[in-house]
């Protein structure tokens, strides 16, 4: 049982910043995507940046410049610095995996294609 645990999420004003983590408990497995996934209440979720194992990355636009995804591949961990936040990033954050290999260039954005989730760590930004 693949088991995703975040952590880093809090409260900060308008300009801070904030980072998160994400553990994945299976290292028997390899993930060749990841990413996070913020979902706002009455919002849909949505892919906000993610990171194949060798490297590539993809944002949504309007984190970008303020984000930075990462990874350790030898832990299975997944970071994302969040820079120069905005109340508008206020979300439940998400890390997601998934052990498909058919991705070499970027790691798809879209939720549905992603196996394994967290549970979530709330980002509040407020103005």
């Known amino acids: 049982q693949v088991q995703l645990v975040e952590s880093g999420g809090g409260s900060v004003q308008a300009g801070g910043s904030l980072s998160l983590s994400c553990s994945a408990s299976?290292?028997?497995?390899?993930?060749?995507?990841m990413g996070w996934f913020r979902q706002a209440p009455g919002k849909e979720r949505e892919g906000v940046a993610t990171?194949?194992?060798?490297?590539?990355?993809r944002y949504i636009e309007s984190v970008k410049g303020r984000f930075t995804i990462s990874r350790d591949n030898a832990k299975n961990t997944l970071y994302l610095q969040m820079d120069n936040l905005k109340p508008e990033d206020t979300a439940m954050y998400f890390c997601a995996a998934m052990p498909d290999t058919r991705y070499s260039t970027g790691c798809p954005t879209v939720p549905s294609f992603y196996n394994y989730w967290g549970q979530g760590t709330q980002v509040t930004v407020s103005s």
């Open positions: 299976e290292s028997k497995l390899s993930f060749p995507c």
């Open positions: 990171i194949l194992s060798s490297g590539p990355t």
